[in-house]
């Protein structure tokens, strides 16, 4: 089984749904991200969370949001998902602070938002 | 301001040359860089990071990467490139003295190896 899961694997949606991506991880790590993929653009942050009582806004978290329901979960929620938010996202989780600690990814979620 | 640049956005190389893909960064301070790869349809994976210490770094699947402070450069090299190692490669930085721990992800390159 993967260390970090993320679900749905694929997703098509409809302008204006609700869209909740869900991250599950098995290594015990205390740090947790979502970032987004766009071909040309590389990674970008949207939200991250050093432990459950802990949330920050990335780069691009307008139009995002997340929830920290335990250490090994972390979701991402399009309220009114639009066009442009049509993208690879990607969950991540570290261990050691001070970001010396690689990140360990998850298969990601491609999401369409027609 | 942190960022990595990746000037390259392909890469193509024969079986068995040498490759080079590059990465420059700009912190404030004192940097971590990573280098990460991405095959098609999965996630990214840890290839490589300086942290501290000697300027070659060795990783991952026969690559290594030269940490250059004054040229503020650490490319990803590999004596003889496989057909394998044809994926999309990122750089990333963060910087050591900031607290948030976050990475700063490059654009990627895409890097070819032809048979």
């Known amino acids: 089984d993967a260390d970090v899961t993320q679900t749905p694997r694929n997703r098509i949606t409809k302008t204006g749904k609700r869209i909740m991506l869900e991250c599950s991880q098995t290594k015990g790590h205390d740090r947790m991200y979502w970032y987004r993929q766009d071909p040309g653009l590389g990674l970008r942050l949207i939200y991250y969370?050093?432990?459950?009582?802990?949330?920050n806004k990335g780069e691009i978290s307008d139009g995002y949001s997340v929830s920290r329901q335990a250490q090994a979960k972390f979701s991402l929620s399009l309220e009114s998902a639009i066009p442009n938010q049509t993208a690879l996202y990607f969950c991540?989780?570290?261990?050691?602070?001070?970001?010396?600690?690689?990140?360990?990814f998850g298969e990601g979620s491609r999401l369409t938002v027609l | 301001a942190q960022s990595v640049a990746q000037p390259e956005d392909q890469v193509n190389v024969a079986e068995g040359n040498p490759l080079t893909v590059k990465c420059t960064y700009s912190?404030?301070?004192?940097?971590?860089l990573f280098w990460y790869v991405q095959y098609p349809n999965r996630g990214l994976q840890f290839l490589l990071k300086?942290?501290?210490?000697?300027?070659l770094v060795k990783g991952s699947y026969g690559f290594e990467a030269e940490f250059n402070k004054s040229q503020t450069s650490f490319h990803l090299k590999k004596p003889s490139a496989l057909v394998s190692d044809s994926a999309l490669y990122f750089c990333a930085t963060h910087d050591r003295g900031s607290t948030l721990g976050r990475l700063y992800f490059g654009r990627g390159t895409q890097l070819t190896v032809w048979p």
């Open positions: 991540a989780t570290s261990d050691l602070d001070g970001g010396a600690g690689e990140l360990f």
């Open positions: 300086y942290i501290t210490g000697d300027n």
């Open positions: 912190v404030s301070g004192n940097p971590y």
């Open positions: 969370s050093f432990d459950v009582k802990d949330i």
